[in-house]
């Protein structure tokens, strides 16, 4: 049974709670945080966050860790959200990756936390003006109470904005104030066709394994053909930070996959933690996602043979029966703490 014919697919419930919060933690404080995150989050919720702030449990740990520095740092937070869409996670409990009957269920939202950047964070400058935090969050709800949570969000991205660039060399690709989905209905608060959703999560699945096989195979596809399966021509690669964001399929190839392959070498996957989609959108995160060598220095970084782990958020919008955009986040100063670049350290000498 999948997420498209059980009856037990029904995700208002899981959005009302996941929403709810939101509203709540809009008006959340320094003094607060910790108990509105109580309200609706469980006490043992597993929370997954961007180095330096890993993994955390529970919401006092929570607020500790994130949320309290944050809003010290930023006043007027507003989360501007540009999708939001639920899902029965297809890792759980079948091999084929069809979300099984006990599958979990879980929320995703992206968009900007938007403030006024007041206070250092993380030792980033304050800047006194209005600052965008890129964000994309997995919730779990079980039982009245979200269980656990991913927050990705786009450190590098918010100190280009202090006038900070710790990069060695100069991102490939655009990197902007990133705009949600072209059609602007990624807001997904009423019920879906399962089947579209089906027809997502089908598509996220064959460009998963396009990938492998083009890393497996020694004759493999040209790039373009490789990508031509799964991509509409203009498809739209919202990269971080460090990488940035590029459009049409050449340019991706020029501006991104290029560099990401000849810079990183034995690449392997370790998987997904969450793998989900509602209508036309979908996306996933792994804790890690990947691991490699950099052994041509991407994005300028020093040449090593130590194995590095990305960490990865991808959210993608479907069109017809291809992807057409894709905003990714990746814990690059987890994976550049790795390789012996620490950002957060030089900040804070």
Known sequence: MT???????DFAATKALVQAHY?????????????????????????YGMHPFNEQCGPAAIANSFWQ??????????RRQ?????????????????????AGQWAASMGHLMGLFDAPFLGIPATGKMAFLRYAEFNKVENGKITQTALFVD???????????????????????????????????????????????DRIHAMIGSIDRA?????????QEELQQDWHDDMIWWGPAGIGATYT????IQQHQQPFRKGLSDRSFNGHLCRMAEGHYGGFFGWPNLTL????????????????DMRVVDIYRRAGDKLAENWIFIDMLHFMKMLGVDVLADLNP
């Open 293 to 308: 060598t950099n052994t041509n220095g991407f994005m300028g970084l020093p040449i090593s043979d130590t194995r590095a």
């Open 249 to 252: 399929i050449d340019r991706y």
């Open 155 to 201: 450190l590098l991205h918010l100190m280009l904005q202090a006038g900070l660039n710790p990069l060695k060399a100069p991102q490939t690709a655009a990197h902007l104030v990133q705009p949600g989905p072209m059609t602007h209905d990624g807001m997904l608060s009423d019920p879906q066709d399962p089947a579209e959703g089906r027809k997502t999560l």
């Open 69 to 78: 520095p944050l809003l010290r740092a930023f006043s007027r937070v507003q």
């Open 3 to 9: 997420q498209n014919d059980s009856p037990a697919a």
């Open 23 to 47: 509203h709540d933690m809009a008006r959340a404080t320094p003094q607060t945080v910790q108990s509105i995150l109580e309200k609706r989050v469980s006490g043992e919720c597993q929370w």
């Open 82 to 102: 540009d999708i939001f869409f639920a899902g029965l996670n297809c890792i759980d409990n079948d091999p084929s990756q069809n979300a099984g009957q006990n």
């Open 215 to 223: 890393n497996a195979d020694p004759k493999p596809l040209t790039p």
